[in-house]
């Protein structure tokens, strides 16, 4: 049955280039896309940059430049790493919340929802806030008086404010978690946040003084704010399919979504403070929240003064942006927390890809172009790709990126035994047919990882598929050596 899936990335602060925590996050949600399409399913795949953002703008004086041409050569880096020639995330939207016709409509329909719902109230606010969270902190967040994840003294605000009744949704929204009709994956995650909810959700701060902040979407009706930045960066989600604009034809199409692809550390804003707007405008909820780990490099978190930040430009330079692609998928656990070292990259391209991988393919189609006739020997029944990939779909189903990926390891391990066990090359020379079957094995084997690959590693499937049809060796190994 066709099913329509609506995913999406968190859309991430270009305050700064890209980064390798955003490539796995772009990356494991574009191989979800790529394998509900294999399927069949409508897919629409929506990432983008929250712009509306202090950070951003501190971070263009710092350069010297002001904030839109910052933000124009930021967005360009996000977009060039996002491209078909690097990690190739196959998008159809990139949405900027600074895009004052496609986002800001629906950012601002759903706040005039809130109020007729009676869920925005004025009211004044004494307290921290950290920048580098965009969000309200407190003493007890704090380690000798900074932030610890921004290693950064909090500012302390006192301003009238727009609030939003989020403690009013506290029990809706633990019942559609408790239920799954909101489901959080992992399990973990999803205890987390119920432990959470368990101690009620407190209304939040919504706007911030226009005078105060540089960037952000007017609060209608009232110049003098503007929005907080999580309030008008989750309705992206809506805005993106035309919420409150004319054309809303892939709203009505595509929400609620199928699944968010979040970090661990947005989680608290996409399964509170998110639920809660949409339930005050009485929109229907997300129908999942997966929320993958972080990657550290050599088991600490990457930070420019360790000396320990890897950048996913610097490897596609070097290993190709499919190597990066199969690496996250297949070395970093969607789970949990993960790790890499450009040696345990290098490790893994060199066993994984140049070894297993391309020598697999360079030996099939090797023997291939010299002993097997596609048309004279028959070739082994093979499902369409949608059958071979939905055979192994429990695993990507269960965003299980990392069992799909070993278990597409194997397979090519167990062909690469298969040649050693049975040396075709040789037997063809002893028993020509015998010899050409079992090369006509090997080239189907091959065809079903290609398919299988092919939400991984898309250019690399299609080139696999290629040297088939084409029944001859690739010009080119697949993966060089290092
Ligand atoms: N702008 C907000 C999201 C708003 S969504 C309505 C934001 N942006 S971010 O740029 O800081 O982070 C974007 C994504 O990258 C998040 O999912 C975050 O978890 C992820 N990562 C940032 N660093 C990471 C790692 N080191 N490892 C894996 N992912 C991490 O938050």
């Not at 633990?174 to 959080?184: A, C, G, T, Y």
């Not at 399990?187 to 959470?196: D, G, S, T, V, Y």
Request: charged share 25%.
């Amino acid at each position: 049955m066709l099913k329509r899936a609506y995913i999406t990335t968190p859309i991430f602060y270009p305050n700064a280039r890209p980064h390798l925590g955003h490539a796995y996050t772009a990356t494991i949600a574009d191989i979800l896309a790529r394998y509900r399409r294999a399927v069949g399913d409508e897919v629409y795949f929506l990432t983008g940059v929250d712009e509306n953002t202090e950070k951003v703008a501190r971070a263009a004086r710092a350069a010297g430049q002001e904030t839109g041409p910052y933000l124009d050569s930021v967005v360009s880096s996000f977009k060039d790493l996002f491209s078909e020639k690097k990690l190739n995330i196959s998008y159809d939207q990139f949405i900027r919340t600074s895009d004052e016709k496609v986002h800001w409509p629906g950012a601002q329909a759903l706040w005039q929802k809130l109020v007729e719902a009676g869920d925005i109230y004025h009211a004044s606010y004494e307290g921290l806030y950290c920048v580098g969270h965009e969000a309200f902190i407190t003493e007890k967040d704090l380690v000798d008086g900074k932030c610890p994840d921004h290693n950064e003294a909090p500012e302390h605000l006192k301003e009238s404010n727009y609030f939003f009744r989020l403690s009013k949704y506290t029990s809706e929204i633990k019942k559609r978690i408790e239920s799954n009709e909101l489901e959080i994956i992992p399990a973990a995650r999803k205890n987390e946040i119920l432990a959470l909810l368990e101690h009620g959700l407190q209304d939040v701060s919504f706007s911030r003084p226009a005078d105060k902040v540089s960037v952000g979407v007017p609060v209608p009706g009232d110049t003098s704010q503007k929005m907080y930045v999580w309030c008008d960066a989750l309705a992206n989600y809506i805005s993106a399919l035309g919420y409150g604009r004319t054309d809303d034809t892939l709203f009505k199409k595509f929400w609620p979504s199928d699944v968010h692809i979040i970090g661990k550390d947005i989680l608290r804003f996409h399964a509170g403070i998110w639920p809660g707007m949409l339930l005050s405008a009485g929109l229907p909820l997300p129908k999942k929240i997966f929320v993958h780990g972080f990657i550290t490099s050599g088991g600490k978190k990457m930070s420019k003064t360790l000396g320990n930040v890897i950048d996913p430009d610097a490897l596609i330079v070097e290993y190709g942006g499919e190597a990066v692609r199969y690496f996250l998928a297949r070395h970093i656990s969607p789970f949990e927390d993960g790790d890499i070292t450009l040696e345990s990259f290098k490790n893994a391209y060199n066993a994984d890809l140049a070894n297993g991988l391309g020598n697999l393919v360079s030996r099939v189609m090797k023997m291939a172009q010299e002993h097997h006739h596609p048309a004279s020997v028959p070739m082994f029944e093979v499902g369409t790709p949608t059958e071979s990939v939905g055979a192994e779909e429990g695993m990507l189903k269960d965003f299980n990126i990392q069992a799909y990926a070993e278990y597409v390891s194997g397979e090519i391990t167990r062909f690469d035994k298969r040649i050693q066990e049975t040396e075709p090359f040789k037997l063809v020379k002893k028993d020509k047919a015998a010899g050409q079957k079992i090369i006509a094995e090997l080239v189907n084997g091959l065809s079903r990882i290609a398919e299988l690959l092919q939400p991984i590693l898309p250019a690399t499937s299609a080139k696999i598929q290629d040297a088939i049809t084409a029944n001859k060796m690739p010009d080119q190994p697949l993966f060089p050596r290092k």
